[in-house]
């Protein structure tokens, strides 16, 4: 067994560094360094919860379609990742006073999630794992 202690970060390709920066920053993470994100180095953001994304660019291909998650193909690759959030009620009020469409949602034993996007249409799952912040036992019908 390999001695994993956490995950050290999260890499996500974007296509506008100040769209990305601003909707993250909105959910919490600051900058702390730019390695050079014209060159495809990232841009290294830091939430207080020790969450860390690397947002890496520019990418090359026009679109606003996310390959793994809005064609009918099913492509491998990461297709999203989760937060885990202390109250889903507050998230969802958190995030509709943003304007932050919620995508999808569902519940599973004592977990609740709801599915948001970031401006590249990259995956983020909120889970409250609080029977107190249930939400609709939807299933996985409304995963997106």
Request: glycine share 10%.
């Amino acid at each position: 067994m390999l001695d994993i202690t956490h995950v050290n970060h999260i890499g996500i390709r974007i296509g506008d560094k100040t769209r990305s920066i601003d909707f993250y920053s909105v959910l919490g993470f600051e900058v702390v360094g730019d390695a050079g994100f014209e060159s495809g180095h990232p841009v290294i953001l830091k939430h207080p919860s020790g969450v860390v994304l690397n947002l890496l660019g520019p990418a090359d291909v026009p679109g606003d379609t996310n390959i793994l998650m809005d064609v009918d193909e099913k492509h491998t690759g990461i297709t999203h990742f989760a937060l885990t959030v202390g109250s889903l009620a507050q998230a969802k009020e958190f995030v509709s006073e943003r304007d932050i469409q919620i995508t999808g949602s569902f519940s599973f034993g004592n977990m609740s999630a709801i599915f948001i996007r970031d401006p590249d249409r990259n995956v983020i799952e909120l889970d409250a794992y609080n029977a107190a912040n249930p939400c609709v036992d939807e299933g996985y019908t409304h995963h997106p």
